[in-house]
């Protein structure tokens, strides 16, 4: 798990624009928020720097909640959405605005990063965080993500197809709403069935167009 920002780091972060999540601080502040995770430099010039979704996410939390707030899976650096499957996750209401916040947060790195400023598709950061990045959007949407060993709720997993990921869910109205709200969010998805078996899941991929 990634360490709470510093006093000085949450300062640099409270203090970016609330419309972009634009940032201003030393070179070394800006570079240490971009190590952990927490911003990114903006490739074209100026060459800007902008919170992540992590980042949103943490401007947005309480100060009392950042210990909790701030844990990320150590090998991404941002906000670990439910992929399902998780043992007793959280659902209360700071669980609820740190997925607000991701998510507002990934539409703004959309925004900063896509041609054009495109929100309605993928960024590049979801193309390479494809099972965060459809568990991010289902969650933020109010779909349930399945809990332990149970089958009902969702579970986004990985698959052998390049920018593929697959969503299962034995319901198959809430199969069909997951697909929906994937679709709404710039996947391209479709409906498939277990080879000798009736389960069915969806293929989803980021769209490029």
């Not at 601080?25 to 995770?37: P, S, Y």
């Not at 980042?55 to 399902?84: N, T, W």
């Not at 709200?181 to 391209?188: D, I, R, S």
Request: charged share 25%; proline share 10%; hydrophobic share 35%.
């Amino acid at each position: 798990m990634t360490r709470p920002p510093t006093a000085a780091q949450r300062r640099v972060i409270d203090a970016a624009d609330p419309g972009t999540g634009r940032l201003k601080g030393t070179d070394a502040q800006l570079a240490a928020l971009v190590k952990r995770g927490l911003a990114f430099r903006h490739p074209r010039p100026p060459h800007d720097h902008f919170l992540t979704p992590a980042g949103h996410r943490i401007r947005e939390a309480p100060a009392e909640e950042l210990p909790a707030a701030a844990q990320a899976p150590a090998d991404s650096g941002v906000f670990a959405a439910r992929v399902g499957g998780e043992e007793s996750p959280d659902t209360g209401p700071a669980r609820v605005r740190e997925v607000r916040g991701a998510w507002q947060g990934l539409l703004e790195l959309r925004r900063m990063t896509n041609p054009g400023g495109a929100t309605d598709r993928p960024c590049g950061w979801e193309r390479t965080h494809l099972v965060r990045a459809a568990a991010l959007a289902l969650e933020a949407a109010g779909h349930r993500p399945a809990t332990g060993d149970q089958e009902d709720g969702y579970r986004v997993r990985a698959t052998p197809q390049p920018e593929a990921v697959a969503v299962h869910q034995p319901d198959l109205a809430a199969l069909r709403s997951c697909a929906a709200t994937l679709e709404k969010a710039g996947w391209q998805v479709s409906e498939h069935s277990k080879p000798r078996a009736r389960e069915r899941y969806v293929l989803a991929s980021p769209r490029r167009r």
